[in-house]
T-cell receptor, first 110, second 113 residues
Framework: DAKTTQPNSMESNEEEPVHLPCNHSTISGTDYIHWYRQLPSQGPEYVIHGLTSNVNNRMASLAIAEDRKSSTLILHRATLRDAAVYYCILRENSNYQLIWGAGTKLIIKP | DAGVIQSPRHEVTEMGQEVTLRCKPISGHDYLFWYRQTMMRGLELLIYFNNNVPIDDSGMPEDRFSAKMPNASFSTLKIQPSEPRDSAVYFC???????????FGPGTRLTVT
């Protein structure tokens, strides 16, 4: 299974953009990049996913490097409610399983 | 939609007792997943079903764990006998199809004393 590397934690100020990095140097051509987040005492929540092109939705944007060996989740204007653990996950196209790492704990300062 | 429903939300039991965790997936979703989360090991996939059929149970830790999905709207995860090392938060998730996002329930926090 391809692995991802994320910083253990990051801090950001409220109402500022947040860029959460993820390295996945062993990604294969058919692996999808998924991001989930887990708020305190809740189940994980889907954020966004992509394959090659950058993706946008109501929650965030996903910027994927041209060589696909890294990606960045962008929260355009962080709020206190965005404080959570963010997981970057590779999903093989032939395997439905999500292999979860330790994630990045995002701390938002008011 | 009510989302994925799990019960109970909290369970405290003594070692050796049988524990049954329950899950109701989102209507229309044909994939169902059971996960376990601990501080030491993070989130681990235990088993998943497609159209009520178990597809991969390689994550089930041992024979004390079993899971069933008798119909499209209900699944159980049973631990018999329970041990203190089974203490964790157990999540159920469902998905509409292959490659779509998974929706998680609120989890069941299990404590085995």
């Amino acid at each position: 299974d391809a692995k991802t590397t994320q910083p253990n934690s990051m801090e950001s100020n409220e109402e500022e953009p947040v860029h959460l990095p993820c390295n996945h140097s062993t990604i294969s051509g058919t692996d999808y990049i998924h991001w989930y987040r887990q708020l305190p005492s809740q189940g994980p929540e889907y954020v966004i996913h992509g394959l090659t092109s950058n993706v946008n939705n109501r929650m965030a944007s996903l910027a994927i490097a041209e060589d696909r060996k890294s990606s960045t989740l962008i929260l355009h204007r962080a709020t206190l409610r965005d404080a959570a653990v963010y997981y970057c996950i590779l999903r093989e196209n032939s395997n439905y399983q999500l292999i979860w790492g330790a994630g990045t704990k995002l701390i938002i300062k008011p | 939609d009510a989302g994925v429903i799990q019960s109970p939300r909290h369970e405290v039991t003594e070692m050796g007792q049988e524990v049954t965790l329950r899950c109701k997936p989102i209507s229309g979703h044909d994939y169902l997943f059971w996960y376990r989360q601990t501080m030491m090991r993070g989130l681990e996939l235990l088993i998943y079903f497609n159209n009520n059929v178990p597809i991969d149970d390689s994550g089930m830790p041992e024979d004390r764990f079993s899971a069933k999905m008798p119909n499209a709207s209900f699944s159980t995860l049973k631990i018999q006998p329970s041990e203190p090392r089974d203490s964790a938060v157990y999540f159920c998730a469902s998905s509409i199809s292959y490659a779509y996002e998974q929706y998680f329930g609120p989890g069941t926090r299990l404590t085995v004393t």
